[in-house]
């Protein structure tokens, strides 16, 4: 059986990952979820409900979601919702554990709503191949996918601080939100990566 691969994607980092069961990226797309928030907002000076979204992928068991931890920063667990492709099926979700270094949240789901988990992998950050991603744009139930290529660099271990221009950002990042951090390793995505898309998978 032919595994597939895949990368996490949020911000400028990226985890290559591998489906224990898929054959195809359309297969391991089924794997995949809409992270849905809600939060208080104002609305022309009076309160209003504000609406996040992510994506996120079935890890470990058929329970539990990994997403970009900044979709579900400060968000409380009851205002977190998990949809399937073009909303077939949805359910509650829980912020289990956080990797803050890396921008990664874990999930609790509140039931089995039939996704497979898939596993991570190991990629070469100089990679020249040819990658998928499969997502959800922010305000669309319906998952899209998108061809993807790493930017290439002379390191051989990149890290965000490569990108990062900024003496103000760096003191952001690593002083104040404290996430991702500045040292940590990356992929280099040259392709654009659109709002929603933020904890994504790339095949």
């Known amino acids: 059986m032919k595994t597939t691969g895949f990368l996490l994607t949020f911000l400028f980092i990226a985890v290559l990952q591998s489906g224990s069961t898929a054959q195809t990226a359309r297969d391991g797309a089924r794997s995949v979820v809409k992270v849905v ?3 208080p907002a104002t609305d022309h000076g009076k309160p209003a409900l504000g609406k996040g979204s992510g994506t996120g992928w079935c890890y ?3 329970l539990h979601i990994i997403t970009a931890l900044h979709v579900v920063a400060g968000i409380p667990d009851n205002k977190i919702t998990i949809y399937t492709d073009e909303n077939k099926k949805k359910c509650g979700a829980r912020v289990e554990k956080v990797f803050r270094e890396a921008d990664l949240a874990l999930l ?3 039931e089995d ?4 988990p898939l596993d991570l992998q190991v990629v070469d950050p100089n990679s020249s191949k040819d990658y998928v991603l499969w997502g959800f744009q922010h305000g669309v139930f319906q998952m899209g996918d998108a061809e993807i290529k790493l930017s290439q660099t002379l390191s051989e271990h990149p890290t965000l601080n490569g990108l990062i221009n900024s003496t103000d950002l760096k003191f952001i990042l690593d002083s104040k939100q404290k ?3 500045s040292s940590v390793k990356i992929l280099r995505i040259s392709s654009p990566i659109r709002p929603g898309h933020s904890g994504a998978p790339i095949f």
């Open 60 to 62: 470990h068991d058929n």
């Open 108 to 110: 609790a789901l509140s």
């Open 179 to 181: 996430y991702p951090l």
């Open 113 to 116: 709503i039939g996704l497979t």
């Open 37 to 39: 928030t809600e939060y």
